[in-house]
């Protein structure tokens, strides 16, 4: 649950740096490039540049495409909100209600994410008497 709390405060971030130095179209398109692009260098470095740590096949690309896609759509999320306040009214009306309720829809759906019990892959190497069954 942390790591996408990291990843929303970030990709928030990002949309907040865009607002204040960009304007327009292309900095709504940078505002979820730059969030989506990150997320990408990062899983890349991990894939290509970390040494390798066991478990299975490589997951890199649904990771990308899943967190990549919130990630964008925080920074496009906030964008919009920012730039209203910076500038003053742009036609993003309703802007922030929408902003507010698509990252509480999101943080609501992460809910179930959290851990609750030891996954299915945490007894790797364990003896199997200390397993509960």
């Known amino acids: 649950m942390i790591i996408w709390l990291f990843l929303l405060v970030l990709s928030a ?20 490039a730059v969030p989506w692009l990150g997320l990408l260098a990062w899983l890349l470095y991990l894939e290509y540049f970390v040494p390798y740590r066991g478990g299975g096949a490589s997951m890199w690309i649904i990771g990308q495409i899943f967190a990549g896609t919130i990630a ?17 009214n742009l036609g993003y009306k309703y ?3 929408v902003g507010a309720g ?5 943080l609501i759906l992460l809910i179930p994410l959290r851990e609750k019990s030891p996954g299915v892959y945490d007894h790797v190497g364990a003896r199997p008497e200390d397993i509960p069954r």
Request: charged letters at 0%; one cysteine or more.
């Open 95 to 97: 802007v922030g209600w």
């Open 13 to 32: 971030l990002a949309g907040v740096l865009c607002a204040c130095f960009l304007s327009g179209k292309f900095g709504l398109f940078m505002a979820g």
């Open 72 to 88: 964008a759509a925080t920074g496009v999320v906030i964008f919009p909100v920012i730039s209203s306040w910076i500038y003053g």
């Open 102 to 106: 698509i990252m509480l829809l999101i």
